[in-house]
């Protein structure tokens, strides 16, 4: 069985600082991995993935996240935060190729990133 | 805007009703798949299809809830005898081929069950 935390329900920076959003996972194997995004009224969008390639991972909008087997984690962050990054996080654990079983893919709860002026 | 469409964007409706959920994918995507999101909860996968056959359901899936897909295009979601416990926000996303990373998700119906 598979599971993911993500260890922050909200976090809050001031824009222009770095991010930090933490994920743990749980997986009798080695895991796909993704970072979501969730703006208001808005559908899921794909911020990055790990599938057992470079373990530092490089995704969209200056966003990146590091694999680290031995603390099973997967944090996401960003040098620079901006007003526009505010939304719902979620990091998603699923079987290793990626090509998945619905059944043991796995969203975290969420993190809410709020950015101050 | 991600190009898969959900209707009604909000439905209200009373404990006991019948609902059903419209989803349009992409058009050429072959695959779509329902998902369920409670407060503070990340997404749960309910079911998904490839074309018009219904492949995989969550194990935890009631039997009231039924989904289909009858010409491979657009699927509905039906939610029998609602119970308060059914409100959250139900998505839809699609996908051309196997892989999470290339999933599109619509902005969702949210049910709220009074």
């Known amino acids: 069985a598979q599971s993911v935390t993500q260890l922050d329900s909200h976090v809050s920076v001031s824009e222009g600082t770095p991010v930090l959003l933490r994920c743990n996972y749980s997986s009798s194997y080695s895991p796909s991995l993704f970072w979501y995004v969730q703006h208001p009224n808005k559908g899921l969008q794909l911020l990055l993935k790990?599938?057992?390639?470079?373990?530092l991972v490089k995704g969209i909008n200056g966003f990146e996240a590091e694999f680290k087997k031995s603390e099973t984690s997967f944090h996401l962050t960003k040098p620079s935060a901006h007003m526009s990054d505010a939304a719902e996080y979620f990091c998603?654990?699923?079987?290793?190729?990626?090509?998945?079983?619905?059944?043991?893919?796995?969203f975290g709860a969420g993190t809410r990133l709020t950015v101050k002026p | 805007d991600t190009g898969v469409s959900q209707d009604p964007r909000h439905k209200i409706t009373k404990r006991g009703q019948n609902v059903t959920f419209r989803c349009d994918p992409i058009s050429e995507h072959n695959r779509l798949y329902w998902y369920r999101q409670t407060l503070g909860q990340g997404p749960e996968f309910l079911t998904y299809?490839?074309?018009?056959?219904?492949?995989?359901k969550s194990r935890l899936l009631s039997d009231r809830f039924s989904a289909e897909r009858p010409k491979g295009s657009f699927s509905t979601l039906e939610i029998q005898r609602t119970e308060q416990g059914d409100s959250a926000m139900y998505l839809c996303a699609s996908s051309l081929g196997a892989g999470f990373e290339k999933l599109f998700f619509g902005s969702g119906t949210q049910l709220s069950v009074l």
């Open positions: 790990y599938t057992s390639a470079a373990t």
């Open positions: 299809f490839q074309n018009e056959a219904q492949l995989e």
């Open positions: 998603v654990v699923s079987d290793p190729l990626g090509e998945y079983n619905n059944n043991d893919m796995r």
